[in-house]
T-cell receptor
Framework: NAGVTQTPKFRILKIGQSMTLQCAQD?????MYWYRQDPGMGLKLIYY???????DKGEVPNGYNVSRSTTEDFPLRLELAAPSQTSVYFC???????????FGPGTRLLVL | GENVEQHPSTLSVQEGDSAVIKCTYS??????FPWYKQELGKRPQLIID?????GEKKDQRIAVTLNKTAKHFSLHITETQPEDSAVYFC???????????FGTGTQLKVEL
């Protein structure tokens, strides 16, 4: 049981480039979440999903897109990278009916 | 939506002393309150949680108390050790919203 996995661990992007951050879980969890954590700050919710085919915006969705075609995977897409998107991105998941969220190891993104 | 405030932002204690971190929340519908510990460069890890039908919960050296009327909850760490040094986040979960709202974090430093 790998839990929640994320790739890549670290990435440098140039302004205007695009990329997809990958997140996968093998716990058959219904709910999945994307957060960003700026230096010295708390976690802010970007997008979340309550099941395959269903996604919804969180607190800071601008500049990002998501899809959920399977229960296991929840990729986060950055279309036009901006310096303001420099952050650490965490994916998390939880089972329906239980509140506890389990976090992935994070992806550190630097936009220059 | 839910708003969670956390204090203090930094806390320095001597080894063996107690540490208390306090959080307030705004949404009376919130019913689950986890605490996460995050070491430098690592993912947030759940250390203890409490549900709204319970006033206090203890797990070895850590405890959490909840006052629903006042909408605040606190983390208590006794007999602090250097390995307790980390950033601690409180959060509040509203079932209807399917999401956690995090506090801004407390940097705890345990000095020898």
């Amino acid at each position: 049981n790998a839990g929640v996995t994320q790739t890549p661990k670290f990435r440098i992007l140039k302004i205007g480039q695009s990329m997809t951050l990958q997140c996968a879980q093998d716990m058959n969890h219904n709910y999945m979440y994307w957060y960003r954590q700026d230096p010295g700050m708390g976690l802010k919710l970007i997008y979340y999903s309550v099941g395959a085919g269903i996604t919804d915006k969180g607190e800071v969705p601008n500049g990002y897109n998501v899809s959920r075609s399977t229960t296991e995977d929840f990729p986060l897409r950055l279309e036009l990278a901006a310096p303001s998107q420099t952050s650490v991105y965490f994916c998390a998941s939880r089972q329906g009916g239980q509140e506890t969220q389990y976090f992935g190891p994070g992806t550190r993104l630097l936009v220059l | 939506g839910e708003n969670v405030e956390q204090h203090p932002s930094t806390l320095s204690v001597q080894e063996g002393d107690s540490a208390v971190i306090k959080c307030t929340y705004s949404d009376s519908a919130s019913n689950y309150f986890p605490w996460y510990k995050q070491e430098l460069g690592k993912r947030p890890q759940l250390i203890i949680d409490i549900r709204s039908n319970v006033g206090e919960k203890k797990d070895q050296r850590i405890a959490v108390t909840l006052n629903k009327t006042a909408k605040h909850f606190s983390l208590h760490i006794t007999e602090t050790q250097p390995e307790d040094s980390a950033v601690y986040f409180c959060a509040a979960f509203t079932g209807g919203g399917n999401k956690l709202t995090f506090g801004t974090g407390t940097q705890l430093k345990v000095e020898l």
